[in-house]
């Protein structure tokens, strides 16, 4: 750790974020490799299809925990949009897609963060349900059932879609965001560039944790 | 090689059921522990190793019982919703037109039993997989008719190519005249198991009257499935072409930061 970088993400934080974020990303594989015959392969090496699918339905068991932890740390931060300021970001794409002189700042989650974790909120939710349903198909209706698939698949759409939108603004779209979920500490720059009202706001608040200087009070979520 | 199917004459059955035993024989399946509810119908239901069953049912007329029987199983479906939703291929068809399970590839994900619109696919627990009628492909394969065909003792069961079957049907049921019907060509592309039916179909039990691959099964295979794929292309293309355009978001160089147009 390198002297003035700023603590962005607490340890709890990130192990939520990567508990959630790994296990989906075993789900899409394991998902696939059920959805496209030509992925079956994937499921070799974990002694064939039918592990695979038990290895989906239990990850998906701890993806369910995870989303729990998710929402519940995260839904007061980024589910809930602060208007007009949001409204106003989401008119000009926070500058992300054409030149905006001066993007309205914003806080610990702009407006696009926040869509992304209401999709994977909302929609992993629907996986979690769905998937839970058609793993004892035989318990519910045929026709409550198949509804089911369509919702899976539904999510499946979403959730795959927004993991490369991510993937992308966390590394090379957004350089130095990727260390705000590795080691949580951020250069004052980037808080700067990326989050200035948070940045002004935790200054106010004297929540501000810079590394080598006196820890004030410690903060957390729960 | 020439896709065949098998006619069921329901106005020829007699009830007997051997065609029912004829398919536990050679497909080598046990019988289950049953019960008698009230009906000479026995197993109450198809089973995981029941892959036909004799439906009886009693419809009450004004002065008499008419009695109805009709051979339940596979209907070896043309666009078969069960291959469609079937993961791992374990569902497949056959060069004969009809729709075999390779046992070895089912997974037991069940995907089928919701996704048949005639409620074949039955679960077994024990095995952790899913069993139907093959339309007894190693019999046909070996130029055999199936075991059901050969067992029937009143012609109610035949088995031959589509085509002379469906004209077969077709001339049965003008023969019989009244409400008879063909069922089974018209629909879901062509099944390989058709009836020529004495009453409308919807007078039978577990017979539904339009049957079609759901649409919910369409929309899962045929618009998210290939839209998934499309999604996360278009992503990954546009993000590619934000970078290499607009350029990613980066932190203003220490020192210039405090003249930035903030």
Not at chain 1, 141 to 148: A, G, S
Not at chain 1, 182 to 191: F, Y
Not at chain 2, 106 to 131: L, M, N, Q, W
Not at chain 2, 138 to 147: F, G, K, M, V, Y
Request: glycine share 10%; net charge positive; aromatic share 12%.
């Amino acid at each position: 750790m390198r002297k003035g970088l700023i603590q962005a993400t607490d340890g709890f934080e990130r192990i939520v974020h990567w508990s959630l974020a790994l296990s989906c990303i075993a789900l899409c594989i394991t998902g696939l490799g059920m959805m496209y015959q030509s992925l079956n392969f994937i499921g070799d090496m974990m002694g064939g299809l039918k592990s695979l699918k038990y290895v989906h339905n239990f990850t998906g068991v701890f993806f369910g925990v995870a989303l729990y932890f998710t929402i519940r740390m995260w839904w007061k931060e980024a589910g809930i949009f602060s208007m007009p300021e949001d409204l106003e970001w989401i008119r000009c794409a926070g500058g992300y897609l054409w030149h905006v002189d001066n993007p309205p700042e914003v806080g610990k989650y702009n407006p696009g963060q926040k869509m992304f974790f209401l999709a994977i909120a909302g929609f992993g939710v629907i996986m979690f349900l769905t998937g839970l349903m058609m793993w004892f198909p035989l318990s519910f209706p045929p026709t409550i059932v198949r509804l089911m698939y369509v919702l899976h698949a539904l999510g499946f759409v979403v959730i795959f879609a927004f993991f490369f939108v991510h993937l992308y603004l966390g590394t090379i779209g957004s350089p130095g965001s990727l260390d705000a979920m590795l080691t949580g500490w951020v250069s004052r720059a980037w808080l700067k560039k990326q989050h200035p009202k948070w940045l002004k706001e935790m200054e106010h608040e004297g929540t501000l944790v810079v590394y080598g200087e006196e820890k004030p009070s410690a903060k957390g979520h729960h | 090689m020439a896709e065949k199917t098998k006619l069921i004459d329901v106005s020829k059955c007699t009830g007997c059921r051997s065609c029912q035993l004829a398919c536990k024989q050679w497909n080598q399946q046990p019988a289950k522990q049953t019960e008698n509810y009230g009906t000479y119908q026995n197993p109450p239901d198809l089973q995981s190793n029941t892959w036909t069953l004799i439906r009886f049912q009693e419809i009450a007329e004004k002065d008499k019982v008419k009695w109805l029987f009709r051979k339940d199983g596979c209907m070896h479906c043309t666009n078969a919703a069960c291959v469609k939703v079937c993961p791992s291929g374990a569902l497949h068809y056959t060069d004969f037109g009809t729709v075999a399970v390779t046992n070895s590839l089912c997974i037991g994900c069940k995907e089928c039993v919701s996704a048949c619109p005639f409620e074949i696919p039955k679960y077994d627990r024990v095995t952790d997989k899913i069993y139907k009628c093959d339309l007894c492909l190693s019999r046909i394969e070996a130029d055999l008719i199936p075991a059901c065909a050969k067992a029937c003792p009143t012609g109610a069961i035949t088995f031959g190519d589509k085509n002379a079957m469906i004209k077969k049907a077709y001339a049965r049921a003008k023969e019989l005249g009244g409400d008879a019907n063909v069922y089974g060509d018209k629909f879901v592309g062509g099944t390989h198991v058709i009836y020529v039916l004495t009453e409308k179909p919807r007078v039978y039990d577990a017979l539904p009257d339009k049957p079609s691959v759901p649409f919910s099964v369409i929309v899962w295979k045929d618009m998210l499935k290939p839209l998934s794929l499309l999604a996360a292309g278009g992503v990954l293309a546009g993000s590619f072409l934000h970078y290499i355009l607009h350029g990613p978001k980066l932190p203003d160089e220490p020192g210039k930061e405090e003249k930035g147009g903030e």
